[in-house]
């Protein structure tokens, strides 16, 4: 069964760190590029960061690029979100996702940046 489970959410405070995983199960993880996207209280689902198949290539939204890193480790089927430098506005429900274009969504880990 496919699962794409995300954990390392919580409350953070501005200027702070947190790092998202994503463990997947149930597909050959290494052959799918993978994402992170968020969604916002109110607001619609934005996409933040896609890795290729291997560390190849990352690509990210204006809104993290130098601050997000993201990245796999496909021995471990797990995808990662290193986030630095937090704002208010980065809280939201951080989603991992199968494929481009997204054939698969995660349950969601909430980030709260806030002092």
């Known amino acids: 069964q496919l699962q794409l489970v995300e954990s390392g959410g919580g409350l953070a405070q501005p200027g702070g760190s947190l790092r998202l995983s994503c463990a997947a199960s149930g597909f050959t993880f290494s052959v799918y590029a993978m994402s992170w996207a968020r969604q916002a209280p109110g607001k619609g689902l934005e996409w933040v960061s896609g890795i290729h198949t291997d560390d190849s290539a990352t690509v990210y939204a204006d809104s993290v690029k130098g601050r997000f890193t993201i990245s796999r480790d496909n021995a471990k089927n797990m995808l990662y979100l290193h986030m630095k430098n937090l704002k208010p506005e980065d809280t939201a429900l951080y989603y991992c996702?199968?494929?481009?274009?997204?054939?698969?969504w995660g349950q969601g880990t909430q980030v709260t940046v806030s002092s």
């Open positions: 996702a199968k494929n481009i274009p997204v054939d698969y």
